[in-house]
């Protein structure tokens, strides 16, 4: 049995509905059609993700979690140019063929907050600082 199986009516359309408001329609300068989905928001109202629907019905039930990240250096660039869905190319946004969404949904999130588009919303007064 799958996860969405055991979820109850009220909980998928919740879930549906979730994934319609955050969900990526298009990007500049992409020179494919992809063959899966993306989104992105925050979890929390602090930490930015990008999620991607794996691009295999073998690798469905599989989720690669992506935290690599170190202060000020956002893990977001992996996308482009380690084993996203992307690389960029000379006319644009072009298809990673070895992307890892071949092996399983991948979800990346930035850390730690304060890196790339994740928020710090610690604030000090000037006495803290």
């Not at 955050?22 to 930490?47: R, V």
């Not at 991948?106 to 000037?126: C, K, M, R, V, W």
């Amino acid at each position: 049995m799958g996860r969405w199986e055991v979820l109850s009516d009220y909980e998928k359309g919740q879930i549906d509905a979730y994934k319609i408001d955050k969900k990526i329609s298009s990007l500049p300068n992409l020179q494919f059609t992809p063959k899966f989905e993306q989104y992105s928001g925050y979890l929390d109202e602090k930490l930015f993700y990008w999620y991607f629907t794996s691009q295999s019905a073998e690798a469905d039930n599989n989720l690669i979690i992506f935290l690599k990240g170190e202060l000020g250096c956002s893990p977001i660039a992996s996308i482009f140019k380690e084993f996203g869905p992307y690389r960029i190319g000379k006319n644009g946004v072009e298809e990673n063929v070895y992307s890892w969404t071949k092996l399983g949904h991948l979800l990346f999130i930035d850390l730690p907050t304060g890196s790339g588009f994740s928020q710090n919303i610690t604030t000090f007064t000037n006495a803290e600082v």
